[in-house]
């Protein structure tokens, strides 16, 4: 058991009597060198989607949201020396933290969790977790923004400011900026459905890439596409997002094998996908995943 009892009773003890130590344990982090591993890709687990409600895997609505069994997952995850590190919201992070999980790992900060799942205002995501200057005070690695585009929805407006805003905050203080730009649209009963055809990403792309003064330090993280010619609409570092499992592992990891061969290709961020398989072998889930990457790199 990575999380024993002696290790979660001493978080929580932490927790409720020594708020101090978050800050500490954020100064005591040993930072690598590089956001790249030495074969030149990027490999993070993604552990902010509670932060926007969206707790669900498949069937059970409620799947992420048993604390205890989310850090158990994520410390097998970053056991693996092949998984570069962890993007995530305050909360999580700070437990990873607080176990000691984040030692010369890669660690995103996730910035704008206000839109929450299934809310009236959903699109209109604010930021709510992470701002540049925490990012920066707390010696963190860079920062991810969502941005859903719904042209038909004008809330988008102000999270394509707020966004443009945090590129530029992050690139002063030289903070890469992770933007997952996603076109969606409304279908008739008013829910929010993903487009997945070449343009729409490509249109996504071109627009996540021209945000802020300047885009120096800004990656891309999208769904890998079917279509790779999707990702010749930028030169910009590209990870690809594995997104929500299909229940059908092989199928999900082989899709992401022909997009990881891309030029602009550096690595992958995936979340439920290997945190939690149908399985329930985590371990295995992101030795598969961190051997797709291997053999398309």
């Known amino acids: ?107 995103i900060g996730s910035m704008n969790r206000g839109g929450l799942a299934g809310a009236d205002w959903e699109i209109e995501d604010r930021f709510t977790g992470y701002d540049a200057q925490s990012l920066v005070d707390f010696g963190l690695d860079g920062g991810k923004m969502l941005l859903r585009l719904v042209d038909s929805d004008p809330r988008t407006i102000p999270t394509l400011q707020a966004c443009a805003s945090a590129v530029s905050e ?31 990403l490509q249109r996504a792309i071109t627009v996540a890439s021209g945000l802020g003064v300047t885009s120096a330090y800004t990656w891309l993280k999208i769904p890998a596409p079917e279509d790779i010619s999707v990702l010749d609409a930028t030169t910009l570092p590209v990870l690809m997002l594995g997104g929500v499992p299909s229940g059908d592992p092989a199928a999900d ?9 891309h030029e602009v290709s550096r690595g992958l961020v995936v979340g439920r996908s290997l945190l939690y398989p149908p399985d329930g072998d985590v371990a295995g889930a992101v030795e598969a995943a961190a051997m797709i990457l291997k053999e398309a790199r």
């Open 1 to 107: 058991m990575y999380l024993t009892d002696e290790r979660w009773r001493e978080l929580l003890r932490l927790r409720g009597t020594e708020p101090e130590a978050v800050r500490r344990a954020y100064a005591a982090r040993r930072r690598r060198a590089s956001l790249l591993s030495e074969r030149g890709t990027l490999f993070l687990v993604a552990a902010d989607h509670p932060a926007r409600g969206a707790l669900g895997v498949g069937s059970d609505r409620t799947a992420m949201a048993d604390r205890r069994t989310l850090l158990e997952r994520l410390l097998i995850a970053l056991d693996n020396p092949a998984v570069d590190g962890v993007l995530g919201s305050p909360d999580v992070v700070e437990e990873l933290l607080l176990l000691g999980a984040l030692h010369d790992k890669v660690v």
């Open 170 to 200: 992050l690139a002063a203080h030289g903070l890469m900026a992770m933007v997952e730009p996603l076109p969606y649209h409304r279908d008739a009963s008013g829910s929010l459905v993903m487009h997945k055809d070449s343009a729409s």
């Open 253 to 261: 990891l082989a899709a992401w094998g022909g997009a990881l061969r």
